[in-house]
């Protein structure tokens, strides 16, 4: 069965990636030879594999149409009713929240003076407020559709009937509003464990987790799952019920908790996959990677759009390495286990970071050492209680604050400590399929080593990669390229000898109301366009004018890359600037 979900998931990657799925298949076929498995087995294996493709390519056949049809929209008014599913946060005079338009689920944005209050939690479960906005198209498959609104009238807002879920998200929301109302140290971190909200969490503390690789533990996964089972046994456990009685009320707790942190991917594969074991492993041989894959087709075929979500992604792959490769993780005690696992975790996604981000996100494993048994033993149960403690008996949630102020001190000293880490990075040029390839190629290889503990040969051809990924590149063509940088101005031009000269950085403009201080230019065009060409160094920067527009993104960039000359008109330049 296990080589049959495999052909399947084959099937479904050869669609996007066709070279890397047929050396997959080669593996999946070599490995049933040397098993000795029936030639009746790998026929249809073959079989699955093309059933695979076939049912994903029939699912992305409607996608060219509503691609097509985004360009088609109109930017016309429309009158809407919507009802708030979270609540809204408001930052820098612009709200954001989770809405439904009673059809589909959607991102409401809208303009809004921070002095005016919010309704509250009681308020968004019982009323649906009319809005004239426009919708706007995701920005990429994973996300939600965007409703902008120019104002939103909470006074306008009328009366309506709640369902059963939204009667889940008020639990949700009354505990969000309950911890705010306390201002804990730590508050986002809480948030994001308890209801899988990371709205709390500054933009530059979810930057510093992203550059140490430790981001995963803000959002629901199987760690976070395994806790709260652990927590569930505990209390059910003391009470004189039978044990079937105990695992019938967690597959109904199961779901509801699901629902109470919005069902990220992460947190469904997680739930999904307890369940499944709890439901069938009395009656089959079910083993984890079985019930894994199981999950996973089961997702993806509800919503082939969960292939675009790098939750899902990362999730799935890592928990497949670690699960095949839990005998050896078995073998050691747990601090040594922890960083093999680490190690294993960071060479398992090696593919999906080249195709992501152009780059090898090395940092996990050194900070993923420490922070993975402080939120496992600390943080995590810490953030269920109070969680717990917020929809029970909020008045005693004084309590738990001298103790969140000692936890996350410690969090943020460590996570200050390790953030020089995030200056050493290791670009990979962009290859296509063909680079897409080698390094799944090179992946199985390090794994391979692991899994035999040839920790030398690993070490060798793990130092030998990076050498040679970090300095290869494409063939220069001589090109320009006008630079994504929103309102501001900067070109990159290229010769075939690897040159390059850089006209302006672009920036924000220094007028205006809607200027966005957090907004990176850099770290979200610049750096990922020359990751991707291989560019790590500027020869020549001009800056035209002293603009923030024009030369606002310098110090940014520099962080980045080295530039080695800066060329600008030193009588019509503030200098000052260039500090």
């Not at 005079?93 to 809004?112: E, H, M, R, Y």
């Not at 082939?304 to 939750?311: A, S, V």
């Not at 839990?326 to 286990?337: E, I, M, P, T, V």
């Amino acid at each position: 069965m296990t080589y049959l979900l495999l052909c399947y998931i084959i099937g479904q990657i050869a669609y996007h990636h066709l070279m890397t799925a047929l050396f997959l298949l080669f593996i999946i076929l070599i490995t049933m030879y040397r098993k000795r498995k029936s030639k009746l087995l790998m026929v249809t294996s073959l079989l699955i594999v093309s059933i695979g493709f076939g049912i994903e390519k029939k699912q992305h056949a409607p996608l060219e149409h509503i691609q097509s049809s985004y360009t088609q929209q109109s930017n016309e008014e429309k009158n809407v009713l919507i009802h708030f599913s979270s609540l809204p946060s408001v930052k820098e005079g612009l709200l954001t929240a989770n809405i439904s338009d009673f059809n589909k689920q959607l991102v409401l944005k809208a303009p809004f003076k921070t002095k005016i209050n919010l309704p509250n939690a009681n308020f968004f479960l019982n009323h649906a407020c009319p809005v004239k906005g426009i919708y706007h198209d995701p920005q990429h498959l994973s996300q939600l559709e965007v409703l902008f609104v120019k104002k939103i009238d909470f006074n306008r807002c009328i009366r309506m009937q709640p369902k059963f879920k939204d009667y889940i998200m008020y639990a949700r929301n009354s505990l969000i509003e309950r911890i705010r109302a306390h201002h804990f140290i730590g508050q986002g971190e809480i948030l994001a464990i308890a209801t899988g909200s990371t709205d709390d969490m500054s933009s530059d503390k979810k930057s510093r987790a992203r550059g140490l690789g430790i981001s995963h533990l803000y959002a629901i996964s199987g760690t976070h799952v395994n806790i709260l089972i652990a927590f569930f046994y505990m209390f059910t456990k003391r009470l004189p019920i039978p044990i079937y009685v105990i695992e019938s009320l967690l597959l109904l707790f199961l779901p509801l908790f699901l629902m109470f942190v919005n069902a990220s991917p992460s947190a469904q594969r997680a739930v999904l996959m307890t369940m499944l074991i709890l439901i069938l492993s009395k009656y089959f041989h079910f083993t984890s990677i079985q019930a894994l894959a199981c999950v996973y087709i089961f997702m993806s075929f509800l919503n082939f759009q969960y292939h675009y979500h790098l939750g899902f992604i990362y999730s799935f792959l890592i928990s497949s390495v670690l699960i095949l490769m839990k005998d050896l993780l078995n073998k050691y005690q747990f601090a040594y286990s922890l960083i093999l696992a680490s190690v294993i975790s960071i060479v398992a996604v090696l593919p999906i970071n080249y195709l992501q981000f152009n780059e090898i996100q090395w940092q996990g494993i050194i900070s993923n050492i420490i922070f993975i048994p402080l939120y496992s033993f600390v943080i995590i149960p810490f953030s269920f209680i109070v969680g717990l403690c917020a929809l029970i008996y909020p008045s005693l949630l004084f309590l738990f604050k001298p103790l969140s102020i000692i936890i996350f001190t410690i969090q943020n000293f460590i996570l200050k400590g390790l953030q020089p880490l995030t200056q050493y990075h290791f670009p990979i040029a962009d290859f296509g399929e063909v680079g897409f390839l080698m390094i799944t190629i090179v992946t199985f290889i390090l794994l391979y080593f692991l899994s035999n503990e040839k920790y030398l040969m690993f070490f060798l051809a793990a130092v030998s990669f990076l050498f040679i990924a970090t300095h290869l590149h494409p063939n220069y063509p001589n090109q320009m390229t006008i630079l994504d940088v929103g309102q501001g101005d900067a070109i990159l031009f290229q010769n075939k000898n690897g040159k390059t000269l850089l006209i302006d950085t672009g920036g924000v403009a220094e007028h205006g109301s809607m200027k966005k201080r957090n907004y990176n230019i850099t770290e979200k065009s610049t750096y990922p366009l020359f990751k991707k060409r291989g560019i790590h160094h500027v020869d020549y920067l001009i800056i035209t004018h002293d603009h923030s527009d024009h030369l606002g993104e310098l110090a940014q960039i520099s962080k980045y890359i080295k530039i080695k000359n800066i060329i600008i008109n030193p009588s019509h330049f503030n200098q000052e600037k260039l500090q």
